[in-house]
């Protein structure tokens, strides 16, 4: 028998829903983006959030069963994301789901907001040559991973302080370049020089795999406060080259260490963070001498969407991880 899940993810600023046939086939993919409302703010406003996901939540949801071509009556499962993740934002999408579920009679698949990125990539291609070495990158975390099979994913380290989309939404703030941070510095240093401007990376230790990064942030802020107080004026390019270019150069510093001690080869990419083409090339610019290959999603699975959440939760359910009615949200949870 076929599978429809609907994928539910509600846990920042998107409103998506999404329908996947199968596991695999992405019938509809609708996301509702609420950048415009925040970007007047300079980043999310949780309860800002919480309001605008009630808003479109049915709306999401309807467009997506109709772009699929089924009824509602031929889901099998619905997927939703209940950590991490703004509190008020994943209650709604959970309450939504548990409706759903109720009323149908199907499963309730509660899917980690990182499993769901790192899912994103068994909907592009085959991915059962366990284990992979996983770097998920997002506005909300920065953890690289083992993925050991379906049941496991064991973290390995993670960000000690902000997270990698965070600082470049942070540091585009600084540059007055608005909301989100990420694609518009990408752009800006594709005109700008990446050595111009010596930025930190943080140094833990050969041993570990943590991040951190916000000396680079308050390396960037000081620079530019420090360039104001001179009175010179700032090469925005060259800012955004430079301090891109040391996120890159953290991120490469600790894939290729985890590469080496676990002897794996092939590296998943996932989060918001992946839609940087310019670290795409860099990343496989060292791997293609190392004989090291990277997976990643389409730029449209890289941002939060419905369909990775369906994604992983047709695997959990093959698995048989279901919930009752008593789900709930938790802002904060390491992958398991
Ligand atoms: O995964 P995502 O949609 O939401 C979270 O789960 O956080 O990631 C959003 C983050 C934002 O911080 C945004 O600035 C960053 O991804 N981002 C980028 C790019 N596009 C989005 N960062 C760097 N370069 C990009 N092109
Ligand atoms: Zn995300």
């Given amino acids: ?20 046939k199968n596991g695999k086939e992405v019938l509809s993919n609708i996301i509702s983006s609420q950048i415009e409302v925040h970007k007047k703010f300079g980043g999310v406003v949780p309860e800002v959030a919480s309001r605008k996901h009630l808003e479109n939540i049915l709306i999401v949801v309807d467009e997506a069963l109709a772009k699929a071509g089924i009824k509602k009556e031929q889901l099998t499962g619905i997927g939703v994301t209940n950590r991490p993740g703004l509190i008020g934002a994943l209650l709604v999408g959970i309450t939504g789901a548990k409706a759903l579920s109720y009323s149908l009679g199907i499963p309730l698949i509660p899917v980690h907001h990182l499993r769901g990125h790192i899912y994103a990539n068994t909907l592009e291609r085959s991915l059962d040559d366990f284990p992979y070495l996983c770097l998920i990158i997002s506005g909300g975390h920065t953890s690289l991973a083992i993925w050991h099979n379906h049941e496991s994913i064991e973290v390995i380290g993670q960000t000690l302080d902000d997270a990698a989309g965070e600082v470049f939404d942070k540091v585009a703030r600084a540059l007055g370049l608005g909301y989100p941070g990420g694609p518009v510095i990408e752009m800006l240093a594709l005109e700008g020089n990446s050595e111009a401007i010596s930025f930190p990376v ?20 000081n620079y530019l406060n420090q360039q104001a107080m001179k009175g010179l004026k700032v090469n925005k ?33 996932a989060g918001g963070v992946v839609a940087n083409e310019t670290m795409i090339a860099y990343l496989e610019r060292r791997g293609q001498k190392e004989g090291v290959s990277f997976v990643y999603p389409g730029s449209i699975l890289c941002t939060d969407n419905g369909a990775m959440i369906g994604a992983a939760a047709y695997y959990l359910n093959e698995l048989g991880v279901q919930a009752d009615y008593t789900l709930n949200a938790f802002p904060t949870a390491i992958i398991e």
């Fill in 202 to 221: 943080a140094q833990l230790g050969k041993e570990s795999f943590d991040f951190s990064f916000s000396g680079l942030k308050s390396s960037v802020l």
């Fill in 237 to 269: 390019s060259d800012v955004a080259a430079s301090f891109q270019r040391a996120v890159f150069k953290a991120l490469e510093e600790k894939i290729f260490l985890g590469v080496i001690q676990y002897g794996i080869k092939t590296v998943v990419l």
């Fill in 1 to 20: 028998m076929d599978t429809y899940i609907l994928g539910l993810e509600s846990s920042c600023d998107e409103t998506s829903a999404a329908v996947i």
